[in-house]
């Protein structure tokens, strides 16, 4: 699997930290995380049952406690991460 190039994970770094997530991990208090090295992505499902991949989605960038493993995902669009493309459409914003 691809990791992220540097310059794109300091950028999400520092993005998650300008906006003040900086408080320990909530089940086990350690203060270490690690940037998971890849994008996760919600789909928005019209209904319960069935699962469709595609269309209206939150992209989230992903941090991992180095003690627990406990995920915390923040959104890009509240980052101002997502591409232009993205940006523009409501459904790709948290």
């Not at 992903?62 to 993205?86: F, K, R, S």
């Amino acid at each position: 699997m691809e990791d992220l190039p540097r310059e794109e994970k300091e950028k999400i770094i520092h993005a998650i930290k300008s906006k003040g997530a900086s408080r320990p991990c909530p089940r086990c208090g350690c203060s270490n995380f690690t940037l998971v090295g890849g994008y996760f992505q919600h789909f928005i499902q019209p209904q319960i049952q069935g699962i469709r991949i595609g269309g209206p989605s939150v992209p989230t960038a992903v941090v991992a406690c180095d003690q627990c493993g406990w995920l915390a995902e923040h959104a890009l669009g509240v980052l101002n991460l997502l591409p232009e493309d993205q940006a523009s459409k409501p459904e790709a914003k948290s």
